[in-house]
Structures are given as C-alpha cells and as structure tokens.
C-alpha cells in the first residue's frame, strides 16, 4: 500500500495516539509468516527501514516516525488457536487482548493476566512491551482458590 491509497492515512498512525504519525513510502499487510520473511529480505536488499506494527498500541513513536520507510502492519495475522503438534497455544502478533481472552476462555476455558486495554496487540505486549514482565503463559482460572483469584489484579494497565 503506498501514499496513493484510500486506507494509507488511517495505517501511518497507532492506535488513538495521533501524536506520532509516519510517512512511509509503503505499507506492507502480510497475512502469513512467508509473507513476512519476502517483506522483511526485500527490506534488506533494498536497504530500506522497516518497523513492526501489531496492535499500535504503543504511546512512543516507535513504529510511526520519519525514519520507518517500511511499516510492516501484522493486523491480518490474529490467529489465536492450539496447536496439536507442538501441544501449545498459538497466538499470532496481530491478535489483540480482546480477542485473546475471548477465544482462549470460550475454547479452551484458560486465559492470561494481560490487563484491560483491550486493543494492545499480543506482537508488542508479548514481547515485554507491556511492563517489567511478560505475559505469564495461559493458565485455567482459579475459581476455588481465592487467595490466587486476586493474585495479577492490577498489574497492567
Ligand atoms: C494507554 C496504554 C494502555 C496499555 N494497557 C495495557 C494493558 O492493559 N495490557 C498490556 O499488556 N499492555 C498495556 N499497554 C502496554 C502495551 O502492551 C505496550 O505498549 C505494547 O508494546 C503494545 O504493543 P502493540 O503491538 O499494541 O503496539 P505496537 O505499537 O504495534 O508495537 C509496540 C512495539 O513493539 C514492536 N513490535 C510490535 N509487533 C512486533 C512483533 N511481532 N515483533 C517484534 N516487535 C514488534 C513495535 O515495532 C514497537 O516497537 C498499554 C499501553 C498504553 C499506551
């Protein structure tokens, strides 16, 4: 997507922060994970800048300053599922704690501590974005245990 198209205003921008605003010369929307490797080897070839944009849920700018000629926008990659082979859950960058908490509780009866904003992307809060502390893997809910029923509350935010 370049600066031509309809969409490009509303993707050069986080998510409700209009303080910080990009002006990439291309907006690349891979839906899959081969996708993103061809985006990111053009990007070296070329010499270009890229920057990673999950949920945009990131009050500095860094994603959408002067300097990301490429904004890599993972908003298409959300699957959030299990997978059997590897027996883990999967969480795709895109997914956002809405729908990580929807589908984690309504599939599988588990969920994880990640705090009520619900438009941050997994891609940035999984990677320490969101606090001192990762997120802590996906745990069944402790409805018989008071004492730990409280244990995260109010950690993120
Ligand atoms: C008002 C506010 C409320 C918040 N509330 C919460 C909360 O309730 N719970 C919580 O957990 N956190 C919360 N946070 C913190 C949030 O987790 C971090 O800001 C996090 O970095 C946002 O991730 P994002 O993907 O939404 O943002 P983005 O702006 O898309 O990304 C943030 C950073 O991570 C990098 N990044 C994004 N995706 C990837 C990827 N796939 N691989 C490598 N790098 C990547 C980006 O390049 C950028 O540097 C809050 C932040 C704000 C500003």
């Known amino acids: 997507m370049t600066p031509e198209d309809a969409r490009y205003p509303d993707m050069i ?11 990439p010369e291309a907006i690349r929307i891979p839906s899959t994970t081969e996708q993103v490797v ?5 990007a070296v070839r070329d010499g270009k800048r890229i920057a990673l944009r999950s949920g945009g849920y990131c009050f500095a700018n860094l994603v959408f300053n002067d300097e990301s000629e490429i904004i890599v926008d993972l908003r298409l990659m959300d699957h959030v599922g299990f997978d059997d082979e590897r027996e883990a859950f999967v969480v795709e960058p895109g997914a956002t704690l809405l729908q ?31 606090s001192r502390h990762p997120l802590p893997p996906a745990r069944r809910r402790q409805r018989s245990h008071p004492r730990r029923r409280g244990r995260h509350r109010g950690r993120a935010g």
């Open 13 to 23: 921008r986080g998510h409700g922060n209009n303080r910080h605003v990009a002006s």
């Open 38 to 42: 061809e985006i990111v080897e053009e």
């Open 100 to 130: 990580i908490y929807e589908l984690l509780h309504i599939g599988w009866g588990v969920t994880l501590p990640g705090g009520g904003c619900y438009a941050t992307g997994a891609g940035g809060a999984l990677l320490r974005g969101r």
